[in-house]
């Protein structure tokens, strides 16, 4: 089993209940061991013009080699009414893997540690509720990463009660 972090987001279609529906769905996963979600993030989209993202970040341990999952992921985002329009556009969810254990892999379909969460404030603050000390396997360490990508354009939503 390995640790992976999935990036989740979301614009359309109740964008807090659809991360409710994607954990429900994460924690189905097969060969996969639910470990938690951080607080739900409110962010500014990529693109001008578009309803502002609900961002979140899960952890699982799973035996799911990284494509499988990967191909798990994007059949949870069909079931729940993802089309690919444009990138960085408006969606229903988005899963994206931002780190699977150790590995570093860049295949055609899949990057991880994901190419650009360094950069994204709301993978990043998600990302240190969940594994405050995290290195990763490139050796960047999160804290690093934090410290050079402000906490700006992010609203923390309270807890459900």
């Given at each position: 089993?390995?640790?992976?972090?999935?990036?989740?987001?979301?614009?359309?279609?109740?964008?807090?209940?659809?991360?409710?529906?994607?954990?429900?769905?994460?924690?189905?996963?097969?060969?996969?061991?639910?470990?938690?979600?951080?607080?739900?993030?409110?962010?500014?989209?990529?693109l001008p013009g578009q309803p502002r993202f609900t961002?979140?970040?899960?952890?699982?341990?799973?035996?799911?080699?990284?494509?499988?999952?990967?191909?798990?992921?994007?059949?949870?985002?069909?079931?729940?009414?993802?089309?690919?329009?444009?990138?960085w556009g408006p969606r229903t969810l988005d899963l994206?893997?931002?780190?699977?254990?150790?590995?570093?892999?860049?295949?055609?379909?899949?990057?991880?540690?994901?190419?650009?969460?360094?950069?994204?404030?709301?993978?990043?603050?998600?990302?240190?509720?969940?594994?405050?000390?995290?290195?990763?396997p490139d050796g960047r360490s999160l804290s690093q990463?934090?410290?050079?990508?402000?906490?700006?354009?992010?609203?923390?939503?309270?807890?459900?009660?």
């Amino acid at each position: 089993m390995e640790r992976v972090y999935i990036g989740m987001g979301s614009n359309l279609a109740d964008p807090a209940e659809q991360l409710r529906s994607a954990i429900t769905a994460l924690t189905q996963l097969p060969n996969s061991q639910w470990i938690g979600v951080s607080a739900l993030y409110i962010s500014d989209s990529l693109l001008p013009g578009q309803p502002r993202f609900t961002n979140a970040v899960a952890a699982l341990d799973t035996g799911l080699a990284p494509l499988e999952l990967l191909d798990r992921l994007q059949a949870i985002e069909l079931d729940q009414g993802r089309e690919r329009h444009e990138r960085w556009g408006p969606r229903t969810l988005d899963l994206d893997i931002l780190l699977f254990g150790e590995r570093l892999i860049d295949e055609a379909r899949l990057k991880v540690p994901h190419y650009h969460m360094h950069a994204r404030a709301f993978v990043l603050y998600p990302l240190a509720e969940l594994a405050p000390d995290l290195q990763l396997p490139d050796g960047r360490s999160l804290s690093q990463m934090l410290a050079d990508c402000p906490f700006e354009g992010l609203e923390r939503l309270p807890a459900r009660t």
